[in-house]
């Protein structure tokens, strides 16, 4: 399929564009950037940086991506953007390249990142997340796969989203959100297991209600951290879900949201 460039947008020599690619009017396409096969690009979009971009995205009008990072620390070393195949990303979404030498800000596959979004250097985002209108993730915040955070949301730099969980819409996250919650609120607070997500996803009845026990002992048994965890793994079976809950909790270096 042939490429598809409006004649008012700039495509640098040494860009690498794929069958079937559509670049809208004024967009701007830097010279060490790629973009996978079927990949449409709206108007006034500016992709810079040593950008990938996947195949089958939509890039909305006015993004910008792979800027150079917003990091004091930043002295022009070499880093990456990456993302994958299949992502819509809307109006005026920014994505911060990283910061230190050969360093990556990366979004999975599948993704929904919503209006005026901005990812800071040294994301990960995982696959098949849903980032909602102006929220602003500071640097090296990791996104798991499935997470969905709502609205207006600053999330404090390194934390961590867990798989599948739910954090409301103008909240504040200073700390990390374990997989399968929910989490809202302004200090943000848990409010239990993120059961319609859960049950969208095809998590079974067994499933939920383990969490769900899980969710009771470490939130509303008024056990500390390590005690919660030790009852957990006396009191229910080693299941994947288990074991992913109570590994995220012990890998946690912010603290877990409480």
Same mark, same amino acid.
């Given at each position: 399929?042939?490429?598809?460039?409006?004649?008012?947008?700039?495509?640098?020599?040494?860009?690498?564009?794929?069958?079937?690619?559509?670049?809208?009017?004024?967009?701007?396409v830097g010279e060490r950037v790629?973009? =996978?096969?079927? *990949?449409?690009? &709206?108007?006034?979009?500016? @992709?810079?940086?040593?950008?990938? $971009?996947?195949? %089958? #995205?939509? !890039?909305?009008?006015?993004?910008?991506?792979?800027?150079?990072?917003?990091?004091?620390?930043?002295?022009?070393?070499?880093?990456?953007?990456?993302?994958?195949?299949?992502?819509?990303?809307?109006?005026?979404?920014?994505?911060?390249?990283?910061?230190?030498? =050969?360093?990556? *800000?990366?979004? &999975?596959?599948?993704?929904? @990142?919503?209006?005026?979004?901005? $990812?800071?250097? %040294? #994301?990960? !985002?995982?696959?098949?997340?849903?980032?909602?209108?102006?929220?602003?993730?500071?640097?090296?915040v990791r996104v798991h796969d499935?997470?969905?955070?709502?609205?207006?949301?600053?999330?404090?730099?390194?934390?961590?989203?867990?798989?599948?969980?739910?954090? =409301?819409?103008?909240?504040?996250?200073?700390q990390d959100v374990p997989p399968?919650?929910?989490?809202?609120?302004?200090?943000?607070?848990?409010?239990?297991?993120?059961?319609?997500?859960?049950?969208?996803?095809?998590?079974?009845?067994?499933?939920?209600?383990?969490?769900?026990?899980?969710?009771?002992?470490?939130?509303?048994?008024?056990?500390?951290?390590?005690?919660?965890?030790?009852?957990?793994?006396?009191?229910?079976?080693?299941?994947?879900?288990?074991?992913?809950?109570?590994?995220?909790?012990?890998?946690?270096?912010?603290?877990?949201?409480?």
């Amino acid at each position: 399929m042939a490429v598809d460039i409006h004649p008012t947008a700039i495509v640098k020599a040494g860009a690498e564009l794929g069958d079937g690619v559509a670049i809208g009017p004024f967009s701007i396409v830097g010279e060490r950037v790629r973009v =996978g096969d079927g *990949t449409r690009i &709206g108007s006034s979009v500016f @992709i810079e940086g040593e950008t990938t $971009i996947g195949a %089958n #995205c939509s !890039i909305f009008h006015g993004a910008a991506l792979g800027s150079v990072c917003q990091d004091l620390k930043y002295r022009g070393e070499r880093t990456f953007v990456r993302i994958g195949d299949g992502n819509t990303i809307r109006e005026y979404v920014t994505v911060n390249s990283a910061a230190g030498e =050969g360093n990556s *800000t990366v979004v &999975g596959d599948g993704c929904l @990142i919503m209006a005026y979004v901005h $990812i800071a250097h %040294n #994301c990960e !985002i995982g696959s098949s997340v849903i980032i909602a209108n102006a929220v602003n993730l500071a640097g090296h915040v990791r996104v798991h796969d499935f997470a969905s955070i709502g609205g207006v949301t600053p999330v404090h730099q390194f934390v961590r989203i867990g798989e599948y969980a739910f954090v =409301g819409g103008g909240s504040r996250i200073p700390q990390d959100v374990p997989p399968f919650l929910k989490v809202a609120g302004n200090p943000a607070r848990p409010s239990g297991l993120n059961s319609v997500g859960l049950r969208r996803r095809g998590f079974t009845v067994e499933q939920r209600l383990l969490l769900k026990k899980a969710y009771v002992i470490f939130y509303r048994s008024g056990l500390n951290v390590s005690q919660a965890l030790e009852r957990i793994a006396a009191d229910l079976p080693p299941t994947d879900e288990i074991k992913r809950f109570v590994e995220f909790i012990r890998g946690s270096e912010r603290g877990i949201i409480r």
